[in-house]
């Protein structure tokens, strides 16, 4: 058959698929967190300039952004052969 594709080759294009969907996932993630962040940012210079609370957000929401980046662009790899391995001996011990 002609559309025949390999286990690699399958293996491939869904680890691309992955890659590619929690990066999409990082940058909305990126916009969200910038766009809200300025939206603080006014909000407390215009109501209340007097007290400075914008940069706990920015700090708190900067870690969980900084903990997404590194879990879409630097783990995933890890993740991917964990679960292949898992598939793997699952379907090696008929499971």
């Not at 590619?20 to 909000?43: M, P, Q």
């Not at 407390?44 to 870690?63: A, E, K, M, R």
């Not at 900084?66 to 598939?87: M, T």
Request: hydrophobic letters at 45%; proline letters at 2%; a negative charge.
């Amino acid at each position: 058959m002609a559309n025949d594709i390999s286990l690699e080759e399958y293996k491939k294009a869904y680890w691309d698929v992955r890659k590619e969907k929690e990066k999409r996932g990082f940058i909305i993630h990126l916009v969200v967190y910038f766009v809200v962040n300025v939206g603080l940012i006014v909000c407390n210079l215009v109501y209340t300039p007097q007290y400075i609370w914008f940069f706990w957000p920015l700090i708190f929401w900067g870690f969980g952004l900084i903990y997404h980046y590194l879990g879409a662009v630097h783990f995933l790899d890890k993740e991917l052969e964990k679960d292949e391995a898992i598939v793997e001996l699952r379907a090696r011990d008929g499971k």
